[in-house]
């Protein structure tokens, strides 16, 4: 069984749309994450959310919004899709309590031509 | 404010030799220290951590990892290098209440026949 998935795998959109990706997590975490992975590698953190506290990286453009409609799914919304936005995109989990060790989903191309 | 460096973007060796990849991070109160490993096409999994305790981390697939105050180092090292061990690598570190990981530039360790 996958514990963190993503969908989709591959996104090819154009610029000015509106997008979303999804991700699930199957281990029972609390809380959950978005990175964003450039074309150089580069991870940065987007997103952490625990139980409906929300807690964005200041850099991130308010075009990007998660959604999370129960504490195993956290999706990514992404509003006017710019050329910049092409990245592959990593949903992570992890348990609440302490520093503990995340489990990352796949990742999710998004190509924005 | 957490901070990471990977000396070294690429780095090479021979399959049985030693693999050193450098890590050194910033951090104004006491880090948590990971290092996780990207193969080609995937997400991210962790290699080995450091929490508290002993400063000489073991991981999975003979990884091991030593903490170093005084050097404010994470280094990662492996005895002899596999052909299998070709991946990206990424030193992370964390503080914050909401354990959003801070990750370096990555290297990427290349294994010669």
């Known amino acids: 069984d996958t514990a963190v998935s993503q969908t989709p795998k591959y996104l090819v959109t154009q610029m000015g749309n509106d997008k979303s990706i999804k991700c699930e997590q199957n281990?029972?975490?609390?809380?959950m994450y978005w990175y964003k992975q450039d074309s150089k590698k580069f991870l940065k953190i987007m997103f952490s959310?625990?139980?409906?506290?929300?807690?964005i990286n200041e850099t991130v453009p308010n075009r990007f919004s998660p959604k999370s409609p129960d504490k195993a799914h956290l999706n990514l919304h992404i509003n006017s899709l710019e050329l910049g936005d092409s990245a592959v995109y990593f949903c992570?989990?992890?348990?609440?309590?302490?520093?503990?060790?995340?489990?990352f989903g796949p990742g999710t191309r998004l190509t924005v031509t | 404010a957490q901070s990471v460096t990977q000396l070294g973007s690429h780095v090479s060796v021979s399959e049985g030799a030693l693999v050193l990849l450098r890590c050194n991070y910033s951090?104004?109160?006491?880090?948590?220290l990971f290092w996780y490993v990207q193969y080609p096409n995937q997400g991210l999994q962790l290699l080995l951590k450091?929490?508290?305790?002993?400063?000489l981390v073991k991981g999975i697939n003979g990884f091991e990892a030593e903490f170093k105050k005084s050097e404010t180092s994470f280094h990662l090292t492996k005895p002899s290098a596999h052909m299998s061990d070709a991946a990206e690598y990424f030193c992370?570190?964390?503080?914050?209440?909401?354990?959003?990981?801070?990750f370096g530039g990555g290297t990427r360790l290349m294994v010669k026949p």
């Open positions: 992570a989990s992890s348990q609440r309590t302490g520093i503990n060790e995340q489990y």
């Open positions: 281990l029972g975490h609390d809380t």
């Open positions: 959310y625990n139980n409906k506290e929300l807690i």
């Open positions: 951090s104004s109160v006491p880090p948590y």
């Open positions: 450091y929490t508290t305790g002993a400063t």
């Open positions: 992370a570190v964390t503080a914050s209440t909401g354990n959003m990981l801070t």
